[in-house]
């Protein structure tokens, strides 16, 4: 039974992550050895400051499966889907229904709610990516109350909960995954595994939501 990396930017060439094969098998090499046994490739969608080759996603995501699974690791494919003014947004589920989103960093995303709730109602169950970079959001604002009711699932990244910069949503029991949101930095596989070690409370949220323990 290993670690899961559920948002991750390492299909080759795909968006803003791993440019090359190379690099990408070098992180799965990195994974590997860092104990993790599941990685979900989490291509950016609509993000107005990435460009994202939609159309070879799957290809993509073809080669990267079968490189992961000759080193023990199950892929699978997923989105992180930007939230915005984009009409019906389109996000790929994984995990038995699960999706991930991110939204505006400064701005309080209104249209969080409404999305949230018609995903809901379609069975899937939404993760709000990487919390820790909304200035918008605090562990007592509404919309993060509001979120909370609805089933909403906090990420936080690991370099955020190693430098303490969630904390606050710690102390009050508000992060449920921790992730790597690795764009190829061989550095995050380590650190990801030595941060859901420490935060058995997380990682027992993960292995229950994710049934991969
Ligand atoms: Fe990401």
């Not at 080759?53 to 990267?64: C, K, L, M, N, S």
């Not at 003014?85 to 995303?109: C, D, N, Q, R, Y």
Request: hydrophobic share 45%; charged share 20%.
């Amino acid at each position: 039974m290993g670690f899961i990396e559920m948002h991750s930017h390492l299909l080759p060439g795909i968006d803003d992550g791993v440019a090359s094969q190379e690099d990408s098998i070098a992180m799965l090499d990195a994974y590997a050895l860092a104990g993790f046994t599941h990685i979900v490739a989490t291509p950016h969608l609509y993000n107005p400051n990435v460009l994202t080759r939609v159309q070879d996603i799957r290809t993509t995501f073809a080669w990267f499966a079968q490189e992961a699974e000759q080193r023990g690791i199950q892929a699978e494919l997923g989105s992180e889907t930007f939230i915005g003014s984009t009409k019906e947004p389109k996000a790929i589920p994984f995990l038995h229904g699960f999706i991930l989103v991110e939204v505006e960093t400064m701005i309080e995303p209104m249209y969080l709610i409404k999305f949230v709730r018609e995903q809901i109602d379609q069975g899937r169950a939404v993760i709000l990516a990487h919390i820790e970079r909304y200035r918008w959001m605090s562990p007592t604002h509404p919309l993060v109350h509001k979120l909370r009711e609805q089933g909403v699932f906090f990420q936080s990244n690991c370099t955020a909960v190693h430098n303490g910069e969630v904390n606050q949503y710690l102390s009050r029991d508000l992060i449920d995954i921790i992730a790597g949101d690795n764009h190829g930095n061989p550095e995050v596989p380590a650190l990801l595994a030595q941060t859901l070690t420490e935060h058995p409370r997380v990682l027992s949220i993960m292995n229950r939501l994710f049934a991969i323990a």
